[in-house]
Protein backbone atom coordinates (compact mmCIF):
# COMPACT_ATOMS: atom_id res chain seq x y z
CA UNK A 1 0.00 0.00 0.00
CA UNK A 2 0.92 3.18 -1.29
CA UNK A 3 1.34 5.70 2.00
CA UNK A 4 2.70 9.23 2.25
CA UNK A 5 2.49 10.94 5.33
CA UNK A 6 3.08 14.96 5.77
CA UNK A 7 4.05 16.21 9.14
CA UNK A 8 5.75 19.25 10.98
CA UNK A 9 2.95 22.15 10.24
CA UNK A 10 1.63 24.43 13.14
CA UNK A 11 0.88 27.81 14.15
CA UNK A 12 4.48 30.63 13.19
CA UNK A 13 4.60 34.24 13.43
CA UNK A 14 5.75 36.01 10.11
CA UNK A 15 9.32 36.05 9.58
CA UNK A 16 9.17 32.30 11.43
CA UNK A 17 10.42 28.67 9.96
CA UNK A 18 9.50 25.65 10.05
CA UNK A 19 10.55 21.93 8.77
CA UNK A 20 7.99 19.91 6.90
CA UNK A 21 8.42 16.20 6.49
CA UNK A 22 6.85 13.43 4.74
CA UNK A 23 7.11 9.76 5.07
CA UNK A 24 6.88 7.83 1.97
CA UNK A 25 5.95 4.20 2.05
CA UNK A 26 5.13 0.94 -0.36
CA UNK A 27 6.39 2.62 -4.02
CA UNK A 28 9.94 2.66 -5.43
CA UNK A 29 11.70 6.04 -4.93
CA UNK A 30 13.73 5.98 -7.87
CA UNK A 31 10.80 5.49 -10.08
CA UNK A 32 8.92 8.31 -8.50
CA UNK A 33 9.13 12.54 -8.46
CA UNK A 34 8.38 13.61 -5.54
CA UNK A 35 6.64 17.40 -4.54
CA UNK A 36 5.04 19.39 -1.80
CA UNK A 37 1.83 21.09 -2.75
CA UNK A 38 -0.40 23.62 -0.90
CA UNK A 39 -3.76 24.57 -0.32
CA UNK A 40 -4.93 27.97 0.87
CA UNK A 41 -8.82 28.44 1.54
CA UNK A 42 -10.52 29.29 -1.35
CA UNK A 43 -7.81 28.44 -3.74
CA UNK A 44 -6.87 26.14 -6.09
CA UNK A 45 -3.90 23.77 -4.66
CA UNK A 46 -0.11 25.24 -5.75
CA UNK A 47 3.00 23.14 -6.93
CA UNK A 48 5.83 24.96 -4.55
CA UNK A 49 8.82 22.42 -4.59
CA UNK A 50 8.54 19.52 -7.18
CA UNK A 51 11.80 17.26 -7.32
CA UNK A 52 12.90 14.94 -9.86
CA UNK A 53 14.29 11.67 -9.08
CA UNK A 54 15.80 11.39 -12.33
CA UNK A 55 17.91 14.64 -12.38
CA UNK A 56 17.97 15.73 -8.84
CA UNK A 57 17.05 18.77 -10.20
CA UNK A 58 13.90 21.11 -7.92
CA UNK A 59 11.52 23.28 -9.41
CA UNK A 60 10.21 25.68 -6.66
CA UNK A 61 7.22 28.44 -7.79
CA UNK A 62 8.45 32.25 -7.89
CA UNK A 63 6.25 32.59 -4.75
CA UNK A 64 8.58 30.76 -2.08
CA UNK A 65 12.06 30.47 -4.54
CA UNK A 66 15.05 31.54 -1.54
CA UNK A 67 12.94 31.17 1.09
CA UNK A 68 11.93 27.21 0.89
CA UNK A 69 13.91 24.45 0.37
CA UNK A 70 13.30 20.43 -0.64
CA UNK A 71 15.53 17.95 0.46
CA UNK A 72 15.57 14.32 0.98
CA UNK A 73 16.70 11.65 2.40
CA UNK A 74 16.12 8.29 0.33
CA UNK A 75 17.43 5.93 2.77
CA UNK A 76 15.20 7.32 5.56
CA UNK A 77 12.64 7.36 2.90
CA UNK A 78 11.82 11.23 4.11
CA UNK A 79 11.46 14.08 2.38
CA UNK A 80 11.55 17.56 3.73
CA UNK A 81 10.51 21.07 3.51
CA UNK A 82 12.36 23.49 4.93
CA UNK A 83 10.49 26.74 5.03
CA UNK A 84 12.03 29.82 5.86
CA UNK A 85 10.95 33.81 6.31
CA UNK A 86 7.45 32.74 6.26
CA UNK A 87 4.80 34.94 5.45
CA UNK A 88 0.80 35.19 6.13
CA UNK A 89 -0.03 34.40 2.34
CA UNK A 90 2.11 30.89 3.02
CA UNK A 91 -0.88 29.87 5.09
CA UNK A 92 -2.39 26.90 4.23
CA UNK A 93 -2.72 22.83 4.22
CA UNK A 94 0.56 21.49 3.06
CA UNK A 95 0.63 17.95 0.99
CA UNK A 96 3.68 16.15 -0.43
CA UNK A 97 2.64 13.90 -3.41
CA UNK A 98 4.38 11.44 -5.51
CA UNK A 99 3.84 10.82 -9.24
CA UNK A 100 5.42 7.74 -11.45
CA UNK A 101 9.10 9.44 -13.14
CA UNK A 102 7.61 8.87 -16.61
CA UNK A 103 9.23 12.17 -17.45
CA UNK A 104 13.06 13.21 -16.51
CA UNK A 105 11.34 16.24 -15.35
CA UNK A 106 7.99 16.85 -13.87
CA UNK A 107 5.46 19.56 -14.25
CA UNK A 108 4.75 20.88 -10.79
CA UNK A 109 1.52 20.85 -10.86
CA UNK A 110 -1.33 18.53 -8.99
CA UNK A 111 -1.75 15.56 -11.43
CA UNK A 112 0.38 13.32 -8.97
CA UNK A 113 -0.38 10.24 -8.31
CA UNK A 114 -0.62 9.72 -4.74
CA UNK A 115 -1.03 11.92 -2.36
CA UNK A 116 -1.01 12.32 1.78
CA UNK A 117 -3.45 13.79 3.87
CA UNK A 118 -1.64 17.22 4.69
CA UNK A 119 -0.63 19.35 7.45
CA UNK A 120 -1.78 22.94 7.93
CA UNK A 121 0.23 25.77 8.33
CA UNK A 122 -0.32 28.92 10.10
CA UNK A 123 1.49 31.86 9.73
CA UNK A 124 0.47 34.98 11.92
CA UNK A 125 1.38 39.00 11.58
Known amino acids: EVQLQASGGGLVQTGGSLRLSCTVSGLPLDDYHIGWFRQAPGKERQGIAC????????DYADSVQGRFTFSSDKAKRMAYLQMNNLKTEDTAVYYCAAIWAQWVRPRCTPEYDHWGQGTQVTVSS
Open 51 to 58: HSSRNGRI
